[in-house]
């Protein structure tokens, strides 16, 4: 079974604070990993990974993966309040059509004042 | 430019009762997806499709049906609600070709069946 795990599930940390957020996955035909963001609704797209040990990044935040341990890590520098939101990770499987994303249960970041 | 919509935004159902809910892209996407999303669980795929006329089932797609009549709308259907269907619905889109990885997700149908 496909299985994308996350931690921590949730994270509070106070504003300027670096945080590092986890994903690891267990999929049987890997094709990329996806981070979003979700605020009150509907998740919005981060990056997009496919290739190991090239980083992603843009302005605070950047993401890098390692298909050797099977995982990536989302890194926000300088913490602001708005950054706080259920960050979820996705792996997508190589189905030759559509992008099917089975998602992890995401991590809950709070940034305080 | 809308993106992906949603209809309704929030829907209380009794035990048996049925609906469709409604999701509409004006991005011209081939792909369009319907999710679900529960505390502790992660968003799951219930259906997607590839294009016009065609559907599939994805991770949890028991006790839902869908269409896709036109291009540019997803319909997700409950016929017999159940309790363990309240959660929060999400529709996405995305193009085919080398972008196809990029879901655009709607703002949610909230559904509660008591």
């Known amino acids: 079974e496909d299985k994308v795990v996350q931690s921590p599930l949730s994270l509070v940390v106070h504003e300027g604070d670096t945080v590092t957020l986890n994903c690891s996955y267990e999929?049987?035909?890997?094709?990329?990993l996806l981070w979003y963001k979700q605020e009150k609704k509907a998740p919005t797209f981060l990056f997009m990974l496919?290739?190991?040990?090239i980083e992603k990044k843009s302005g605070r935040l950047s993401s890098i993966l390692d298909k050797k341990e099977l995982s990536s890590i989302l890194n926000i520098t300088a913490t602001q309040t708005g950054d706080s939101a259920i960050y979820l990770c996705?792996?997508?499987?190589?189905?030759?059509?559509?992008?099917?994303?089975?998602f992890g249960t995401g991590t809950r970041l709070q940034v305080t004042l | 430019n809308a993106g992906v919509t949603q209809t309704p935004k929030f829907r209380v159902l009794k035990t048996g009762q049925s609906m469709t809910l409604l999701c509409a892209q004006d991005?011209?996407?081939?792909?369009m997806y319907w999710y679900r999303q529960d505390p502790g669980m992660g968003l799951r795929l219930i259906h997607y499709?590839?294009?016009?006329?065609?559907?599939a089932k994805g991770e949890v797609p028991d006790g839902y049906n869908v269409s896709r009549l036109k291009k540019q709308n997803f319909l997700l259907g409950l016929e017999s609600a159940a309790p363990s269907q309240t959660s929060v619905y999400f529709c996405?889109?995305?193009?085919?070709?080398?972008?196809?990885?990029?879901?655009?997700f709607g703002p949610g149908t909230r559904l509660t069946v008591t």
């Open positions: 991005m011209n996407h081939e792909y």
């Open positions: 996705a792996v997508d499987l190589n189905t030759g059509t559509a992008s099917k994303l089975t």
């Open positions: 996405a889109s995305s193009s085919s070709g080398s972008l196809s990885y990029e879901q655009y």
């Open positions: 999929v049987t035909n890997f094709r990329s």
């Open positions: 496919t290739s190991s040990g």
């Open positions: 499709s590839v294009g016009e006329g065609t559907t």
